[in-house]
């Protein structure tokens, strides 16, 4: 099993300490995104108690970009947005049957941004009363562990392409959608989101990847040649 509880601008230091204990009890590995909380605070320390050192080896990045991790999931309830360009939903199941997540989670005050919603390549939520459907962020890190652990069996082989490959394949698909003007003038941004999340629902092999990677290469020469010949 390889999870990772990634803590996006965190400013509770208790929150930072039991986020950390929770990840050495169920064997998780812990990332602190931009966090506004000192890991080194007494109440950071206190909350952790007998995972201080989970908490201080704790990589410390900048931006989700940075996050070392093949699939990024995002802990939201969504809180009455729309999911209209956002990630495709997962649910708990698949993802133990990976074996393999980083739960992002987002700060106490605001959770994720829509920005870093869309950065995420699926996104799930905890199985709450609808009415009330937030729990506080140690607590959500816990209950989200607990349900990947659910089950102890053997992971099963995942066969998609992996976060580089992805992303290298989404990066390229958007690239290239506006060399060719598309969506263009005075339609939503949000048209490319939701093709965006069309591609990771699919969920391509690294070969099918690769040769997405090649047509859309493909494609952009010719809008290139198109482009000189005018």
């Known amino acids: 099993m390889s999870y990772l509880v990634v803590l996006v601008r965190t400013h509770n230091p208790g929150n930072l300490g039991s986020a950390a204990r929770a990840a050495k009890a169920f064997g998780a590995g812990l990332t602190l995104v931009d966090p506004r909380a000192d890991r080194a605070h007494a109440d950071a320390l206190a909350f952790a108690s007998g995972a201080e050192d989970v908490l201080a080896a704790a990589p410390i990045v900048r931006t989700l970009d940075d996050v070392e991790a093949d699939l990024l999931v995002a802990l939201t309830s969504l809180r009455g947005r729309r999911t209209r360009g956002l990630p495709p939903a997962t649910t708990w199941a698949a993802l133990r049957r990976s074996g393999r997540a980083a ?21 799930t939520s905890l199985p709450t009363r609808p009415e009330f459907p937030t729990l506080n962020l140690a607590q959500a890190a816990t209950a989200a562990l607990a349900l990947l652990s659910v089950s102890r069996e053997r992971p099963a082989r995942v066969s998609g392409a ?3 490959a992805l992303d290298r394949l989404l990066t390229s698909f958007r690239d290239t959608l506006k060399e060719a003007g598309y969506p263009g003038s005075g339609h939503s941004p949000e048209v490319l989101h939701e093709l965006t999340s069309l591609l990771l629902r699919a969920r391509p092999t690294e070969r099918e990847a690769t040769l997405f990677l090649g047509a859309l290469a493909a494609l952009r020469r010719a809008l290139k040649l198109r482009g000189e010949s005018l």
């Open 103 to 123: 739960l992002v989670i987002g700060p106490e005050r605001s959770g994720l941004t829509a920005d870093e919603l869309r950065r995420c390549h699926a996104r």
């Open 162 to 164: 992996k976060g580089p």
